[in-house]
């Protein structure tokens, strides 16, 4: 340590505090406090808000979130504990002691996970987002100020459903406050922020001249100002350090000066000096903290040691109450353990154990005997295991995680060890720690592990190494998926299904450039599974995989439409429907079966918001957005786009779009070169049905433009003449694309597999599509005919954009020849088709053709900018027009009863109506 010296020099007292107290007692100070006023006053106008404060231990946001508390009586607070921060739902359970007797009106689902999760009752384990919406509709039953102070040592669980209420707010006068360190806490990521500052020289040196025992030399206190950034603490608690002599310049002052990661080493030397009696119960009341003082209380006898000992860090204030005991600061605490030897911490721990007995305590306790094992411990490893039990079946999965992995640190045995961290891999796979789930199984021995373990090993290693970003494991993943499903065998057969199913799923995104495993001996594996007479989803599933993969359309597309008739058959539950949707999804694609891809988006859609599937409702967001935008429905397409980015943020994902193909229908919007890009990009990293679906967008792009030829080299390399497969449905503009630029033998070609498929699968839409090439290939003399039945069949689907395209290649014909006003009739139709959802290049397209047959082509269709209803607004309306009560929209859409009302009062107002009955009729899909 070295010292510095501050020669004698003029000193002066600071005057009392500025007004508005501590806090506020700075300008930088009180402009926090302006915009907490201001949050506040808002929300007694009935404007909730969300704040985050960030700053480094010390620097005043545990004050200002005070001040805050003081200005609005009835507010909810409640601390992070880090002793509680492996016990799901402690710190909401706290928080909402007082809310919970109106729990009684909650919505069922939301009521009984939110109980499961308190430990109110039992049930099956509790879904996060289910939680979050309970405690959402109970802090907005009326207007209050919410405080989260030490963010960064809640338990996940309620971090993450705190996170999801402050992305919620809108018109319910709640605000939401949360006081965080600097570096943490990346579950707050996305929501208002502001970084504490420490206090400016003026602030920090009135502080210091105001608490200093002594005059204080200018200079002193200018340097003290500077070297702690103004931290409020450190300023504190170094001017009840110093001497008289040293504030007045006669003796020199220690440097560095203890501040930021210092003012902890500050504390841990005022704690070394303690006698080794008051050191014992500072560490007992610190291993103990969030549980019942009188806890350390009956440890402290149990070792021989008086809660009178703490006198002396009662007399440095760092402690006050003995019991119960409160610590100054947080870093306090911190100090106090990282002090104490090992043995003296599992000295304190085991002795916390023994007096823990109670039901209800059984989980601290566990954490309590792993904390006093000394090395592996079967036993302990045991009830830690029982206990993770405990706390899945709340829904905590990463607290299940975290007990998990410390069983498994404490097991003695190699192969029970294994076969935890398996476990322990798994459930923090489900919590989302992909990267940790990923790390564990890498330091497992496979070859100690039973089938079933090692089979779910490597399927959650597929799945944490694609959603962690390994590098290739998107290309490994399919084969990992196969191995894992002849670990299962027979032995464990639905779930060696699961695992093909799985393989199914993630084939679906790499296709051909899967590594290790390709479609033909996926389906192989799906053949055997399902067996030669299958019943059952998954099965069925199964079934139509390998019969369409190995055997083509003839006999695939009957399976396929008997294992979706399975899927939705009434009274199949929500687990197999959330598991397998991007399956039956993709089946339906292959056959054109419109009306069941829409039908299973809906029920998936259902089960996800009836369970707080929200992870998957996001999934099922996107999967839709992709099949709206297959179908031409550009709008349907941008609203699921537009949920899945607001429910990425309410879940606390990053907000920008789940894959960046979700972009690729705006290639029919004229934007190409984002479009081109991203097909580049997939196509560098194998994510080939990625690259063929932005691929597909851009040839749609040039059909609309009138470039056949560029269409037909982009379409070409998607199929293979003769033998129509995964890319059938994209045979249509093939056969437009080769006819209109010359190459009527490739045309016939693909017209002969599109028959083939299209024939096959026997719906409306494949018909329909069928009908406008043959029209497209047709004589003279029966062409309009084709057309014209083409139109019939489109027009009983949701194939949107197939219907214009029918309507636009029928005016083309017809103003060929010379039929003016037929033709205009045709061309008109297709053009408000377009224009509707802005399919820029077709437009194009279809305004040349009416211009060719001259007169007056109608002016581009212009949306009112004063009615337009917001994505929010919209989907709040359609529910209404629905029948939806306000609170079951607000369940569907994860609002609070208060902004559903905000919302729909501006939808009435931009609509010019006044009731549900009235907005039936002006508000249309």
Same mark, same amino acid.
């Given at each position: 340590?070295?010292?510095?010296?501050?020669?004698?020099?003029?000193?002066?007292?600071?005057?009392?505090?500025?007004?508005?107290?501590?806090?506020?007692?700075?300008?930088?100070?009180?402009?926090?406090?302006?915009?907490?006023?201001?949050?506040?006053?808002?929300?007694?106008?009935?404007?909730?808000?969300?704040?985050?404060?960030?700053?480094?231990?010390?620097?005043?946001?545990?004050?200002?979130?005070?001040?805050?508390?003081?200005?609005?009586?009835?507010?909810?607070?409640?601390?992070?504990?880090?002793?509680?921060?492996?016990?799901?739902?402690?710190?909401?359970?706290?928080?909402?002691?007082?809310?919970?007797?109106?729990?009684?009106?909650?919505?069922?689902?939301?009521?009984?996970?939110?109980?499961?999760?308190?430990?109110?009752?039992?049930?099956?384990?509790?879904?996060?987002?289910?939680?979050?919406?309970?405690?959402?509709?109970?802090?907005?039953?009326?207007?209050?100020?919410?405080?989260?102070?030490?963010?960064?040592?809640?338990?996940?669980?309620?971090?993450?459903?705190?996170?999801?209420?402050?992305? *919620?707010?809108?018109?319910?006068?709640?605000?939401?406050?949360?006081?965080?360190?600097?570096?943490?806490?990346?579950?707050?990521?996305?929501?208002?922020?502001?970084?504490?500052?420490?206090?400016?020289?003026?602030?920090?040196?009135?502080?210091?001249?105001?608490?200093?025992?002594?005059?204080?030399?200018?200079?002193?206190?200018?340097?003290?100002?500077?070297?702690?950034?103004?931290?409020?603490?450190?300023?504190?608690?170094?001017?009840?350090?110093?001497? #008289?002599?040293?504030?007045?310049?006669? +003796?020199?002052?220690?440097?560095?000066?203890?501040?930021?990661?210092?003012?902890?080493?500050?504390?841990?030397?005022?704690?070394?000096?303690?006698?080794?009696?008051?050191? #014992?119960?500072?560490?007992?009341?610190?291993?103990?903290?969030?549980?019942?003082?009188?806890?350390?209380?009956?440890?402290?006898?149990?070792? /021989?040691?008086?809660?009178?000992?703490?006198?002396?860090?009662?007399?440095?204030?760092?402690?006050?109450?003995?019991?119960?005991?409160?610590?100054?600061?947080?870093?306090?605490?911190?100090? &106090?353990?990282?002090?104490?030897?090992?043995?003296? $911490?599992?000295?304190?721990?085991?002795?916390?154990?023994?007096?823990?007995? /109670?039901?209800?305590?059984?989980?601290?306790?566990?954490?309590?005997?792993?904390?006093?094992?000394?090395?592996?411990?079967?036993?302990?490893?045991?009830?830690?295991? +029982?206990?993770?039990?405990?706390?899945?079946?709340?829904?905590?999965?990463?607290?299940?995680?975290?007990?998990?992995?410390?069983?498994?640190?404490?097991?003695?045995?190699?192969?029970?060890?294994?076969?935890?961290?398996?476990?322990?891999?798994?459930?923090?796979?489900?919590?989302?720690?992909?990267?940790?789930?990923?790390?564990?199984?890498?330091?497992?021995?496979?070859?100690?592990?039973?089938?079933?373990?090692?089979?779910?090993?490597?399927?959650?290693?597929?799945?944490?190494?694609?959603?962690? /970003?390994?590098?290739?494991?998107?290309?490994?993943?399919?084969?990992?998926?196969?191995?894992?499903?002849?670990?299962?065998?027979?032995?464990?057969?639905?779930?060696?299904?699961?695992?093909?199913?799985?393989?199914?799923?993630?084939?679906?995104?790499?296709?051909?450039?899967?590594?290790?495993?390709?479609?033909?001996?996926?389906?192989?594996?799906? *053949?055997?599974?399902?067996?030669?007479?299958?019943?059952?989803?998954?099965?069925?599933?199964?079934?139509?995989?390998?019969?369409?993969?190995?055997?083509?359309?003839?006999?695939?597309?009957?399976?396929?439409?008997?294992?979706?008739?399975?899927?939705?058959?009434?009274?199949?539950?929500?687990?197999?429907?959330?598991?397998?949707?991007?399956?039956?999804?993709?089946?339906?694609?292959? &056959?054109?079966?419109?009306?069941?891809?829409?039908?299973?988006?809906?029920? #998936?859609?259902?089960?996800?918001?009836?369970?707080?599937?929200? +992870?998957?409702?996001?999934?099922?967001?996107?999967?839709?957005?992709?099949?709206?935008?297959?179908?031409? $429905?550009?709008?349907?397409?941008?609203?699921?786009?537009?949920?899945?980015?607001?429910?990425?943020?309410?879940?606390?994902?990053?907000?920008?779009?789940?894959?960046?193909?979700?972009?690729?229908?705006?290639?029919?919007?004229?934007?190409?070169?984002?479009?081109?890009?991203?097909?580049?990009?997939?196509?560098?990293?194998?994510?080939?049905?990625?690259?063929?679906?932005?691929?597909?967008?851009?040839?749609?792009?040039?059909?609309?433009?009138?470039?056949?030829?560029?269409?037909?080299?982009?379409?070409?390399?998607?199929?293979?003449?003769?033998?129509?497969?995964?890319?059938?449905?994209?045979?249509?503009?093939?056969?437009?694309?080769?006819?209109?630029?010359?190459?009527?033998?490739?045309?016939?070609?693909?017209?002969?597999?599109?028959?083939?498929?299209?024939?096959?699968?026997?719906?409306?839409? #494949?018909?329909?599509?069928?009908?406008?090439?043959?029209?497209?290939?047709?004589?003279?003399?029966?062409?309009?005919?084709?057309?014209?039945?083409?139109?019939?069949?489109?027009?009983?689907?949701?194939?949107?954009?197939?219907?214009? *395209?029918?309507?636009?290649?029928?005016?083309?014909?017809?103003?060929?020849?010379?039929?003016?006003?037929?033709?205009?009739?045709?061309?008109?139709?297709?053009?408000?088709?377009?224009?509707?959802?802005?399919?820029?290049?077709?437009?194009?397209?279809?305004?040349?053709?009416?211009?060719?047959?001259?007169?007056?082509?109608?002016?581009?269709?212009?949306?009112?900018?004063?009615?337009?209803?917001?994505?929010?607004?919209?989907?709040?309306?359609?529910?209404? *027009?629905?029948?939806?009560?306000?609170?079951?929209?607000?369940?569907?859409?994860?609002?609070?009863?208060?902004?559903?009302?905000?919302?729909?009062?501006?939808?009435?107002?931009?609509?010019?109506?006044?009731?549900?009955?009235?907005?039936?009729?002006?508000?249309?899909?």
């Amino acid at each position: 340590m070295r010292w510095l010296w501050f020669g004698p020099g003029s000193a002066s007292r600071a005057s009392d505090g500025l007004s508005g107290g501590p806090a506020c007692a700075s300008t930088d100070a009180g402009r926090e406090c302006a915009v907490l006023d201001d949050i506040i006053a808002g929300a007694r106008a009935g404007r909730s808000a969300t704040l985050v404060l960030r700053g480094e231990p010390g620097i005043g946001k545990t004050a200002l979130l005070r001040w805050a508390a003081g200005r609005e009586p009835g507010s909810l607070w409640v601390s992070g504990v880090r002793s509680e921060a492996d016990f799901p739902y402690a710190a909401l359970h706290r928080l909402l002691i007082p809310l919970l007797p109106g729990r009684e009106t909650l919505p069922r689902s939301q009521r009984a996970a939110l109980e499961v999760a308190c430990g109110l009752a039992d049930g099956p384990p509790a879904d996060l987002f289910l939680v979050s919406l309970a405690a959402l509709t109970l802090l907005a039953r009326r207007p209050r100020l919410c405080v989260v102070d030490d963010a960064q040592w809640l338990d996940e669980e309620s971090l993450r459903a705190l996170a999801f209420v402050g992305r *919620r707010l809108h018109a319910e006068g709640l605000v939401l406050l949360f006081g965080v360190r600097s570096d943490d806490d990346e579950l707050l990521a996305g929501l208002p922020e502001r970084a504490l500052a420490g206090l400016d020289r003026d602030a920090a040196a009135a502080l210091l001249t105001d608490v200093a025992d002594g005059p204080v030399n200018p200079a002193l206190a200018d340097h003290i100002a500077r070297a702690t950034g103004g931290n409020p603490l450190a300023l504190t608690d170094l001017a009840h350090e110093l001497t #008289a002599e040293q504030w007045s310049g006669v +003796r020199p002052v220690p440097e560095p000066v203890p501040v930021g990661s210092r003012l902890e080493a500050h504390y841990s030397a005022q704690v070394r000096a303690y006698p080794p009696g008051a050191r #014992a119960w500072l560490l007992l009341a610190a291993a103990n903290a969030g549980a019942d003082p009188a806890l350390a209380v009956a440890a402290a006898r149990r070792l /021989g040691i008086d809660v009178t000992d703490a006198s002396p860090a009662e007399a440095d204030r760092l402690v006050t109450g003995s019991p119960p005991v409160t610590f100054r600061h947080p870093l306090v605490l911190s100090a &106090v353990y990282g002090v104490a030897t090992s043995a003296e $911490r599992r000295s304190a721990h085991q002795a916390l154990a023994a007096v823990t007995v /109670g039901a209800g305590d059984a989980d601290r306790r566990a954490w309590h005997l792993a904390a006093a094992a000394a090395g592996p411990d079967e036993t302990v490893a045991a009830e830690l295991e +029982r206990r993770a039990d405990r706390a899945g079946a709340r829904g905590g999965h990463t607290a299940r995680a975290t007990f998990l992995s410390r069983a498994a640190e404490l097991t003695p045995g190699a192969a029970d060890r294994a076969r935890r961290q398996v476990q322990a891999a798994a459930a923090h796979s489900a919590a989302g720690d992909s990267a940790r789930a990923y790390a564990l199984l890498a330091g497992t021995d496979a070859a100690l592990l039973d089938d079933a373990d090692r089979g779910t090993a490597l399927l959650v290693q597929a799945l944490s190494a694609v959603t962690s /970003g390994v590098a290739g494991a998107n290309l490994d993943s399919c084969a990992r998926c196969l191995s894992a499903a002849e670990a299962f065998g027979a032995a464990h057969p639905a779930q060696a299904r699961a695992a093909v199913l799985q393989a199914i799923e993630h084939a679906a995104s790499v296709e051909d450039s899967a590594r290790g495993a390709d479609e033909q001996s996926i389906a192989r594996e799906a *053949r055997r599974l399902a067996g030669p007479d299958p019943s059952g989803v998954p099965a069925l599933l199964l079934a139509a995989y390998a019969d369409y993969t190995l055997d083509g359309h003839a006999a695939g597309a009957p399976a396929i439409h008997r294992a979706v008739a399975a899927f939705l058959a009434p009274g199949i539950d929500y687990e197999t429907v959330l598991a397998h949707v991007v399956v039956a999804v993709n089946l339906c694609t292959l &056959v054109w079966d419109d009306r069941s891809q829409r039908a299973v988006l809906e029920l #998936a859609e259902a089960a996800a918001l009836r369970t707080g599937a929200l +992870r998957v409702l996001e999934v099922i967001h996107h999967v839709a957005a992709m099949a709206d935008a297959v179908l031409g $429905r550009l709008n349907e397409a941008d609203r699921h786009e537009t949920a899945g980015l607001r429910l990425r943020r309410a879940i606390g994902l990053p907000s920008a779009p789940r894959h960046p193909e979700l972009a690729a229908w705006r290639a029919a919007r004229g934007e190409r070169e984002p479009v081109a890009a991203a097909a580049r990009a997939f196509a560098s990293i194998g994510m080939s049905a990625s690259s063929r679906v932005t691929s597909h967008s851009l040839a749609l792009t040039d059909l609309g433009l009138g470039d056949y030829a560029s269409a037909a080299s982009r379409l070409r390399p998607m199929t293979e003449p003769g033998r129509p497969r995964r890319y059938a449905w994209t045979l249509p503009d093939l056969i437009e694309a080769s006819a209109r630029s010359g190459d009527r033998a490739a045309a016939r070609q693909a017209l002969d597999d599109l028959t083939t498929a299209a024939t096959a699968c026997g719906t409306p839409w #494949a018909l329909g599509v069928l009908e406008r090439s043959r029209g497209l290939m047709a004589p003279a003399d029966t062409a309009e005919n084709h057309y014209r039945s083409a139109i019939s069949a489109l027009e009983t689907t949701f194939a949107y954009g197939d219907l214009a *395209r029918s309507h636009l290649v029928l005016g083309e014909w017809l103003r060929r020849k010379r039929r003016r006003r037929a033709a205009q009739e045709s061309l008109r139709t297709a053009l408000e088709m377009f224009e509707a959802v802005r399919a820029t290049s077709f437009v194009a397209r279809t305004r040349r053709e009416l211009s060719a047959l001259g007169g007056n082509v109608p002016d581009p269709v212009r949306g009112n900018g004063e009615t337009a209803l917001t994505p929010q607004e919209a989907a709040v309306a359609r529910l209404a *027009r629905d029948g939806g009560t306000n609170a079951e929209i607000a369940a569907n859409l994860f609002l609070s009863v208060s902004t559903v009302d905000y919302h729909l009062r501006k939808v009435y107002r931009k609509l010019g109506v006044r009731s549900r009955r009235e907005l039936r009729g002006s508000l249309h899909d």
